[in-house]
């Protein structure tokens, strides 16, 4: 089942984030809404937790049927990420050879490149090495882990509701404490990605029996809940009001959902979905594509004796920060148009040779394992029933 308008959202968000990571102060860059991002990966979250629910808790109610998922999920995610960090070990070689201070440095050490391969680096405190925008993935994995887990120890809708709130109560708990009373605003955590998923689980749990019929209901409260994303884009919440965030892009998913306003039909638009469908290409090939720029402004100061380094002060969060400028508002701005292509044109093609196939292989394999364990289990007399019955 595909749920469009979410997909468009997903397609929307994934620029979003993208053009918010290009440190260049061209035209949109210093625009509160652009600075203030970082929450958009809530959506992302509760979007996953919502439809990993919807498509997958049948089949991970048995074990062969949560193992199939698990290597489903890590069909889709691992490979590419393989991919953009074969690509960052070769930027770190060259490096190696032309940089003064080195090739294996800063966030792409030799250290953390292990955590990177196993999908655990922000379990154990890399998060933001190599491919930086990856450190989700090693969160979203421990949440299919848990989902499966969960899904393996209920039998009841009531017991799912009753695990998934613990789990999301726990999560949240723990990164209000990480958020605490200070200004902390993009905390990388595991506590923070299962918050999101595990809301988004309990919302697909609330929307199977209230999906919106109306079109002209649906329509206002589309217009309802992009009016409170657009706020909560310039509000900059901190802290216990950091959680407003989960509430606005809640509603946002359960109103979308429905796929029946006229703000969906604009959003099932042939060029967005293609932005939805090609959104988690977008996401992981921009982090690359951010770091090799950085290299290229590093390496054209140094044989070209030129400066692109500028320090300033953020007009939002008052702190110094380093960005890369040409000394011209036009040449930012074609900086920024360029980037823009080179990440929808490589995404393109990373979604067709690479996410593509793989995602569809590792979707084959999973259905194979799973009829391999079924006929396993049916040797050893295995099958029966078990669980927390709720």
Known sequence: MRLQALDGWR???????????????????????????APMLELFFIISGFVVSLVFAEMARTPRGAAAFILRMLGRIWPLHMVMLGSLVILALLRSVFAEHGGFTDQMTIEALGAQVLLIQTWVGVGLSWNYPAWTLSTELAAYLMFAGLMLVTRSRAARIIGASALALLAATVFLNELGPREHYNIISLARTLTGFFIGFLLREAWSGARLH???????????????????????????????????????????????????????????????????????????????????????????????????????????????????????DAMLVFYFILVLASATLVYRFIEAPTRAAASAFSVQISQDIERAGRQLGAGRPFGWRG
């Not at 918010?20 to 102060?25: D, E, G, M, R, S």
């Open 214 to 332: 109306s079109a002209a209901l649906a329509t206002v409260l589309e217009l309802a809940a992009v009016i409170g994303v657009i706020w909560t884009l310039n509000a900059r919440l901190d802290g216990a009001a950091y959680f407003l965030n989960y509430a606005i892009f809640g509603f946002t998913v359960i109103v979308f959902a429905s796929d029946r306003g006229l703000v969906s039909r604009a959003l099932m638009w042939a060029p967005i979905q293609w932005l939805g469908k090609v959104s988690f290409s977008i996401y992981m090939v921009h982090g690359v594509i951010t770091l090799y720029l950085v290299q290229a402004f590093w390496a054209a100061e140094r044989f070209l004796g030129a400066s692109f380094q500028v320090s300033r002060v953020n007009p939002w969060t008052w702190r110094n920060e380093l960005v890369f400028s040409f000394g011209s508002g036009l040449a930012d």
């Open 11 to 37: 397609g929307l968000a994934c620029l979003l984030v993208a053009v918010h990571h290009l440190q260049v102060p061209h035209a949109l860059y210093d625009q509160r809404w652009l600075q203030n991002a």
